[in-house]
């Protein structure tokens, strides 16, 4: 009987150390930033937010052409979007722009896939240890065209 449980927590140990796609936290930044940091250090990297709007109880900072934004919530980011190839890019140096395959080759399988009807794909990636922390990576006809780090809030 003994052997047996061994051999099924083996088996299922297995299947979710092999399933899972989690990506360590020192690889869980984008644009050089990650979440819960404070605004001060967005400013000391990039300057002045070209246009700054209220999002919710927070607020929405666009820097340069406004293809890079930084949403924040009590003085700390929540959330950072890139939507162009504005070589904002991941520690392993994804950007938007690059083919589909890129993403698979360096992360692996993603934790959840979505599609959408108009046939824009998320590649979802938790963060180890924090599965409510995300990297997202859209992608359309092959390219990526979207890279966004932030909170799951339905996990």
Known sequence: MK????????AIFFVSANCSAAISANRFFLGGLTLEKPMS??????GKASRVEKDGAGMRYFFGDESFCIVEFGN????????DNNEIATPDGL???????????????????TQQEDGLKNYIYLKSGRKYEELNFFVREGKIVGISLGYNTTT
């Not at 052997?3 to 083996?10: E, L, S």
């Not at 250090?41 to 990039?46: D, F, N, R």
């Not at 083919?99 to 992360?107: F, G, K, P, R, S």
């Open 3 to 10: 052997k047996f449980f061994a051999i099924i927590f083996g």
């Open 95 to 113: 950007t938007v722009g690059m083919a589909e395959q890129v993403i698979l080759d360096v992360y692996g399988n993603p934790d959840r896939l």
């Open 41 to 46: 250090e967005v400013t000391e990297m990039y």
């Open 76 to 83: 700390r980011i929540c959330a950072i979007h890139s939507n």
